[in-house]
């Protein structure tokens, strides 16, 4: 069920759903109710919601407060852990004493999960290249993380055994907890860190009782990976195959149908692959006939520049 935020609209009518002295205002256009859901926190203070795909936060008020507040306190386990829900209901502003904030309106319950969140949501304030502070010195070893604001993460792990820099790209964002989670879909991996609010991410403790941390260095920079090499390729493929595009705008996620929306065009970018790769008739047609996406191709990239 994806939430409807363009419904929502920018203005709301004044009705009265408040309590304990709070007003909903806003203008004389009745408010549009959307299908809504994030991750949901009731506490003694008050009940917060964190929209699922923007990670904002607001006061969550309105008629079905109560039935949002018994189904959580059934469902949670431990006071203030954040659950799953799913609702319909409007934005609008809420004033307490002399005070308007932004509030999301429930006007119905649907559905509450303890056992699910929303997906982690890049935070731009966090994005930048990261750097491993600890080393072992019996063990050396260099490790850089890329993270973006679109929620790519491209790692650089140099073992100094004369082969060069391992590149790993997965996604990360943070979750309703302030963790920042790194996810490595390949090792089927997920890495938690806390972020101190300037420069360092701070991850669990090791089996040696240290901690690893990671310092912000500089600006995150795809340009050099296989990933800013394949989205180059793939740009400018589809731009003369008339699809203009911008490298940034490719993700691993797209699909190359969404690039090369014509017979033609995938023709082109097929015989563009077979002479990039150097493949020859039977290497062609074992490789390239199962590629689909744009990870798949970073992955072909990856290969080419190790071998």
Same mark, same amino acid.
């Given at each position: 069920?994806?939430?409807?935020?363009?419904?929502?609209?920018?203005?709301?009518?004044?009705?009265?759903?408040?309590?304990?002295?709070?007003?909903?205002?806003?203008?004389?256009?009745?408010p549009l109710d959307a299908d809504l859901m994030g991750d949901v926190r009731?506490?003694?203070?008050?009940?917060?919601?964190?929209?699922?795909?923007?990670?904002?936060?607001?006061?969550?008020?309105?008629?079905?407060?109560?039935?949002?507040?018994?189904?959580?306190?059934?469902?949670?386990?431990?006071?203030?852990?954040?659950?799953?829900?799913?609702?319909?209901?409007?934005?609008?502003?809420?004033?307490?004493?002399?005070?308007?904030?932004?509030?999301?309106?429930?006007?119905?319950?649907?559905?509450?999960?303890?056992?699910?969140?929303?997906?982690?949501?890049?935070?731009?304030?966090?994005?930048?290249?990261?750097?491993?502070?600890?080393?072992?010195?019996?063990?050396?070893?260099?490790?850089?993380?890329?993270?973006?604001?679109?929620?790519?993460?491209?790692?650089?792990?140099?073992?100094?055994?004369?082969?060069? /820099?391992?590149? @790993?790209?997965?996604?990360?964002? =943070? &979750?309703?907890?302030?963790?920042?989670?790194?996810?490595?879909?390949? $090792? *089927?991996?997920?890495?938690?860190?806390?972020?101190?609010?300037?420069?360092?991410?701070?991850?669990n403790k090791l089996p040696n009782g240290m901690a690893l941390s990671l310092?912000?260095?500089?600006?995150?920079?795809?340009?050099?990976?296989?990933?800013?090499?394949?989205?180059?390729?793939?740009?400018?493929?589809?731009?003369?195959?008339?699809?203009?595009?911008?490298?940034?705008?490719?993700? /691993?996620?797209? @699909?190359?149908?969404?690039?090369? =929306? &014509?017979?033609?065009?995938?023709?082109?970018?097929?015989?563009?692959? $077979? *002479?990039?790769?150097?493949w020859n008739e039977e290497e062609f047609k074992l490789t390239w006939t199962?590629?689909?996406?744009?990870?798949?191709?970073?992955?072909?990239?990856?290969?080419?520049?190790?071998?």
């Amino acid at each position: 069920m994806k939430p409807c935020y363009t419904c929502i609209p920018l203005v709301f009518m004044l009705i009265s759903c408040g309590s304990q002295g709070d007003t909903e205002t806003g203008s004389v256009d009745t408010p549009l109710d959307a299908d809504l859901m994030g991750d949901v926190r009731v506490t003694t203070a008050d009940t917060i919601i964190r929209l699922c795909g923007t990670g904002k936060r607001y006061r969550l008020s309105g008629p079905a407060m109560d039935t949002i507040a018994d189904r959580y306190r059934y469902a949670v386990s431990r006071k203030g852990n954040w659950a799953k829900l799913w609702f319909k209901g409007h934005l609008g502003t809420i004033t307490s004493a002399n005070h308007t904030d932004s509030v999301f309106f429930a006007v119905n319950y649907q559905h509450l999960d303890a056992s699910l969140n929303c997906e982690p949501v890049p935070d731009p304030r966090i994005s930048g290249r990261y750097k491993l502070e600890q080393n072992d010195p019996t063990h050396p070893r260099s490790i850089l993380l890329d993270l973006f604001d679109d929620g790519v993460v491209i790692m650089y792990s140099d073992l100094y055994d004369g082969a060069g /820099p391992i590149e @790993e790209n997965g996604h990360w964002g =943070t &979750t309703a907890d302030d963790l920042v989670n790194i996810k490595w879909p390949k $090792r *089927d991996q997920t890495m938690s860190y806390h972020w101190d609010g300037s420069s360092h991410l701070n991850g669990n403790k090791l089996p040696n009782g240290m901690a690893l941390s990671l310092l912000r260095t500089g600006s995150a920079d795809r340009n050099p990976s296989a990933l800013g090499r394949a989205t180059r390729w793939l740009a400018a493929a589809a731009t003369a195959n008339g699809h203009p595009c911008k490298p940034t705008d490719i993700s /691993p996620s797209t @699909e190359l149908s969404e690039l090369f =929306t &014509t017979e033609g065009a995938r023709t082109s970018l097929a015989v563009a692959a $077979r *002479d990039t790769f150097n493949w020859n008739e039977e290497e062609f047609k074992l490789t390239w006939t199962n590629i689909s996406n744009v990870q798949e191709v970073v992955d072909l990239m990856r290969a080419r520049i190790h071998n």
